[in-house]
């Protein structure tokens, strides 16, 4: 069973940093996967923020490319969202997700795409 657990979250000033981290279990790191990182506002829909493939291909949403790092350590089995200059607008519930099976080219921000969800972090920025 595909076991996920987000922590790192908190509350920083605008232009301030943090570093999420998904302890991930239950997948083999051997085979094809794709990781990433979610997120939900107030009032908002879900919206994709970062993707990484078992390859290490990346893929980010425009808004926070240039800004935020999507990484993972296979020995470690734990993926990690580096967010650098953070605005308000970045002020969300953050999710760390899975699928398997995945290649570069079906590598996607379709929430519904993807069926392994962790319980999520707040991150808040203030102004």
């Known amino acids: 069973q595909v076991q996920l657990a987000e922590s790192g979250g908190g509350s920083v000033q605008a232009g301030g940093s943090l570093r999420l981290s998904c302890a991930t279990s239950?997948?083999?790191?051997?085979?094809?996967?794709?990781m990433g990182w979610f997120r939900q506002a107030p009032g908002k829909e879900r919206e994709g923020v970062a993707v990484?493939?078992?390859?290490?291909?990346?893929t980010y949403a425009d808004a926070v490319k240039g800004r935020f790092t999507v990484s993972k350590d296979n020995a470690r089995k734990t993926l990690y969202l580096q967010m650098n200059s953070l605005k308000p607008d970045d002020t969300a519930m953050y999710y760390c997700?899975?699928?398997?099976?995945?290649?570069?080219?079906?590598?996607?921000?379709?929430?519904?795409?993807?069926?392994?969800w962790g319980q999520g972090t707040q991150v808040t920025v203030s102004s």
């Open positions: 997700v899975v699928k398997v099976n995945c290649f570069w080219w079906t590598m996607n921000f379709d929430s519904r795409d993807w069926p392994y």
């Open positions: 239950g997948f083999a790191y051997s085979n094809y996967y794709c």
């Open positions: 990484i493939q078992s390859s290490g291909t990346t």
